[in-house]
């Protein structure tokens, strides 16, 4: 089974994708973690990359496809995925489709998660994530038990230089353009599933697994 969630920034997408990824058993590929990897190493990709991510832009097709492609060859990938902020554009969904067909696959099911833009900026403005394991946070509605400290793996937590507001008003832009007419495009291919995801993450997760036809998944 091959799962998308598909969301604005801060719509949850990081938090649900984990969740759904582990209830079901799949592998969980989320392309900003890659990318955010890459930059920390300092690789050639991280070099390509970081210049978008700070602009609130999109990164270039070739090298992101790229990147995923080689990702999607690991073995574990192979029972299915759970994708998380990729595709994010016509051209990424159709390459992606292309080589899940190769391997006699297809995306199953796509979960838009639905969140108003007030509750949007709300929720990235008081973002924390995990520098070690990426695991997110929020100063009020998921504070960690020890203030600045993951509580799975006591990394440091720190804000995301994106997360600033004009950058997240950016991202929010390049979302509506570049990113919400793959709400269409899955629609039309009937593989679109809608779910509110406003309230607390649990309730959430629940609506997700619902929605995916999984309620009675063991967890
Ligand atoms: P968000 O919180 O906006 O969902 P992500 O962690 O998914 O953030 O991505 C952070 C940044 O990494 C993006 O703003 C973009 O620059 C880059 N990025 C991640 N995924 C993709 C993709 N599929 N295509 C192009 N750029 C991407
Ligand atoms: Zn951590």
Same mark, same amino acid.
């Not at 990359?49 to 609130?56: D, F, L, P, R, S």
């Not at 959430?204 to 967890?219: C, Q």
């Given at each position: 089974?091959?799962?998308?969630?598909?969301?604005?920034?801060?719509?949850?997408?990081?938090?649900?994708?984990?969740?759904?990824?582990?209830?079901?058993?799949?592998?969980?590929?989320?392309?900003?973690?890659?990318?955010?990897?890459?930059?920390?190493?300092?690789?050639?990709?991280?070099?390509?990359?970081?210049?978008?991510?700070?602009?609130?832009?999109?990164?270039?097709?070739?090298?992101?496809?790229?990147?995923?492609?080689? !990702? *999607?060859?690991?073995?574990?990938?192979? %029972?299915?995925?759970?994708? +998380?902020?990729?595709? =994010?554009?016509?051209?990424?969904? &159709?390459?992606?489709?292309?080589?899940?067909?190769?391997?006699?696959?297809?995306?199953?099911?796509?979960?838009?998660?639905?969140?108003?833009?007030?509750?949007?900026?709300?929720?990235?403005?008081?973002?924390?994530?995990?520098?070690?394991?990426?695991?997110?946070?929020?100063?009020?509605?998921?504070?960690?038990?020890?203030?600045?400290?993951?509580?799975?793996?006591?990394?440091?937590?720190?804000?995301?230089?994106?997360?600033?507001?004009?950058?997240?008003?950016? !991202? *929010?832009?390049?979302?509506?353009?570049? %990113?919400?007419?793959?709400? +269409?495009?899955?629609? =039309?291919?009937?593989?679109?599933? &809608?779910?509110?995801?406003?309230?607390?993450?649990?309730?959430?997760?629940?609506?997700?697994?619902?929605?995916?036809?999984?309620?009675?998944?063991?967890?």
């Amino acid at each position: 089974m091959n799962i998308i969630l598909l969301g604005a920034p801060g719509a949850g997408k990081g938090t649900q994708a984990a969740y759904v990824a582990k209830r079901l058993n799949l592998a969980y590929i989320a392309t900003g973690d890659l990318f955010r990897k890459a930059v920390e190493q300092g690789t050639e990709l991280g070099k390509q990359a970081k210049y978008y991510m700070e602009e609130g832009k999109l990164c270039p097709d070739e090298i992101t496809i790229g990147m995923l492609l080689e !990702r *999607l060859a690991n073995p574990d990938c192979q %029972t299915g995925v759970v994708f +998380d902020g990729f595709p =994010r554009n016509l051209n990424q969904a &159709e390459a992606l489709d292309k080589a899940l067909a190769q391997q006699s696959q297809g995306i199953d099911k796509v979960v838009y998660i639905k969140v108003s833009e007030e509750e949007l900026l709300r929720r990235l403005s008081g973002r924390w994530v995990c520098r070690n394991c990426q695991a997110p946070y929020h100063i009020t509605d998921f504070p960690p038990q020890i203030q600045g400290r993951c509580d799975k793996c006591g990394g440091e937590l720190y804000q995301r230089p994106d997360d600033a507001t004009p950058t997240v008003k950016k !991202r *929010l832009k390049v979302y509506l353009a570049a %990113t919400a007419p793959l709400i +269409d495009y899955y629609t =039309r291919l009937g593989k679109l599933v &809608e779910v509110d995801g406003e309230g607390k993450a649990e309730k959430v997760a629940k609506r997700i697994i619902k929605a995916l036809g999984k309620g009675d998944a063991v967890s």
